[in-house]
């Protein structure tokens, strides 16, 4: 058994030619830290879990990463240090990956970020994008995924303007479709264009 100290840290991680790298606050007091104990990787990955939904619920759309220390004397459990070191025990889950020069699309912007369950979607030169607080059309199809729900707003605004409003994506693309090409990291625009060139005669005009 061992007795462990999680903390949440304000962090952003970048990606460019050169490689990725993470920044991270260590100063400051970004939010009170908790104390668990645990004799399995699993109880940390769930104790890791319900300390990160906490943190983001109290800091709202904050990118953190999540520390575990082991005090001196302490036991780790087996395979501790190997599944830290990947991120399997949830420790990056909340983490904001970008790129740092996204490459555009013609007529259009790059993708900053893709997003994950927890983080969100963002275009170069654009905000990112949260579910709001009212659901929507796109709040089912997404399922509590942060990303992809920030996705499919923006593939809906590129099928609405280049349809002039006509049609919403869900009118033209199926949910499984849809979730398969966010997957594939493929762009909003690329995605609005194929939906709208294999959407049926009447909708395509």
Not at 24 to 44: H, K
Not at 65 to 84: D, K, L, N, S
């Amino acid at each position: 058994m061992a007795r462990l100290k999680l903390s949440a840290n304000r962090a952003t991680r970048q990606h460019d030619d050169l490689g990725t790298s993470t920044s991270m606050e260590l100063l400051g007091n970004f939010y009170p830290a908790q104390e668990i104990v645990a004799t399995r990787l699993d109880q940390i990955r769930s104790a890791v879990t319900e300390y990160g939904a906490r943190v983001a619920a109290d800091r709202p759309q904050e990118s953190f990463m999540i520390m575990i220390t082991v005090p001196r004397g302490q036991r780790r459990p087996a395979g501790f240090e190997v599944a830290y070191r990947d991120g399997s025990l949830g420790t990056n889950a909340w983490l904001h990956e970008m790129v740092k020069c996204p490459v555009p699309m013609p007529d259009d912007y790059g993708v900053r970020m893709w997003g994950g369950p927890n983080t969100p979607f963002q275009l170069a030169e654009c905000a990112p994008v949260w579910p709001d607080e009212t659901a929507d059309e796109f709040t089912a199809p997404a399922a509590g995924h942060v990303g992809l729900y920030g996705w499919l707003r923006a593939t809906n605004a590129r099928v609405q303007r280049l349809s002039q409003s006509t049609y919403t994506l869900l009118d033209i693309a199926t949910v499984a479709g849809l979730r398969a090409a966010y997957s594939e990291r493929r762009h909003p625009r690329s995605v609005a264009q194929d939906a709208l060139r294999g959407s049926p005669l009447d909708l395509a005009a």
